[in-house]
Structures are given as structure tokens and as C-alpha cells.
């Protein structure tokens, strides 16, 4: 486990939010917004192509690779 940097503890003591926290929360949503966006289009094919429930899956299944291949993206950037 390492010692937290020297910014960390200057940014508890004042009451702050670390810029690495926002952008992880960004992340979240961002991954919430995927599962949205291409859920969403999945059940709208289901519903005009007649295709229950192979569409919505499909989206759902899109939208977890695509979210967990950004947060290992921004991982790799960020250095963990």
C-alpha cells in the first residue's frame, strides 16, 4: 500500500475534491450513459423488428464492453 501524496492530504485538510475522484465519477456516468443509450436502442429494434429479446441484450452486452474498455483505458492513463 503506498503513502498518499503530499497534494492528497492538502486537499482532505481543505475539504476538497480530488480531480482524480471527479474524473472517476465521470466515468461512472459515462459507463451509466452506455448502458442507457445503447439499452435503449436494443429494446426500440426489439420493438420494430419483432426481435425479443436479442436486441436489448445485445445493446446491453455492447454497452458493458464499451464502458469497461474506457475505464481500463483511463486506468492505463492514469497509472494503475
Known sequence: ????????????????????????????????????VLGYAGWWLDERRGWQPWGLLTGLMLATGLGIYRMMREAK????
Open 1 to 36: 500500500m503506498s503513502r498518499p501524496k503530499q497534494n492528497d492530504q492538502k486537499d482532505r485538510q481543505s475539504g476538497r475534491l480530488p480531480w482524480g475522484w471527479v474524473r472517476m465519477y465521470a466515468l461512472v456516468f459515462e459507463f451509466l450513459a452506455y448502458l442507457a
Open 77 to 80: 492513463r492514469i497509472g494503475l
